[in-house]
């Protein structure tokens, strides 16, 4: 199976702008994961999206958006770009989850991000 | 907020030898994930355990968890160069296992 990809891998926007980051999860992953990664906060957690609804969401102000879309395909979008947004972004797939004791199906398989530099 | 913490951040070994990484963390979990990254790359995942488990191995990784003590452990033996890399401890907890959680990470530097 093809892993998870994102697209495009590097990125470099100006303050005030918006950007658009998308995420291919692995076939027949149905749950998809956003993460951001920066030297001071480390790994952060942005939201997380299952059959085209977002099931779960971190503490990350209203500018950071996403969508998911019915092929499992998901965007998340940065409106009015800062500078403290230069981050890798890192987007998770994982299968339906199992019940306790269950499938191996809660892992997430991370794709190789997407490096974003705003000046 | 970062839940777990790994110990130490840093460990320089040589070649051959074992690298141990702690995490600790704060509340109760469903399971814990170790991962790695390869500067600036995307996380690899390595082994998953459950909060049911007290110990997994695969290959030459061995994680511990001991979950009175809110804390794990992963073992490499016979560590190679191309060990060198980050490491993440994640856990999955209250009622999303899809909701990581990850320490700031242990960065290994594995000498030829």
């Known amino acids: 199976k093809a892993g998870v990809t994102q697209t495009p891998r590097y990125l470099i926007k100006t303050r005030g702008q918006q950007v658009t980051l998308s995420c291919s999860p692995i076939?027949?992953?149905?749950?998809v994961s956003w993460y951001q990664q920066t030297p001071g906060q480390g790994l952060q957690f942005l939201f997380e999206y299952f059959s085209e609804t977002q099931r779960n969401k971190g503490n990350f102000p209203g500018r950071f958006s996403g969508r998911q879309f019915s092929n499992s395909r998901s965007e998340m979008n940065v409106s009015t770009l800062e500078l403290g947004d230069s981050a890798l972004y890192l987007c998770?797939?994982?299968?339906?989850?199992?019940?306790?004791?269950?499938?191996?199906?809660?892992?997430?398989?991370f794709g190789p991000g997407t490096r974003l530099t705003v000046l | 907020s970062q839940q777990g913490e790994e110990d130490p951040q840093a460990l320089s070994i040589q070649e051959g030898e074992n690298a141990t990484m702690n995490c600790s963390y704060k509340?109760?979990?469903?399971?814990l994930q170790w991962y790695r990254q390869n500067s600036g790359r995307g996380l690899v995942h390595l082994i998953l355990?459950?909060?049911?488990?007290r110990e997994k191995h695969s290959g030459r990784l061995r994680v511990t968890l001991d979950t009175s003590k809110k804390s794990s452990s992963l073992l490499i033996t016979a560590s190679r160069a191309a060990d060198t890399a980050s490491y993440f401890c994640a856990t999955g907890s209250g009622g999303s296992n899809y909701k990581l959680t990850f320490g700031k990470g242990t960065l290994l530097t594995v000498n030829p």
């Open positions: 509340t109760s979990i469903n399971n």
């Open positions: 998770a797939s994982s299968g339906q989850g199992g019940t306790s004791g269950g499938a191996r199906t809660d892992t997430q398989y």
């Open positions: 076939s027949g992953h149905r749950s």
């Open positions: 355990i459950r909060s049911n488990e």
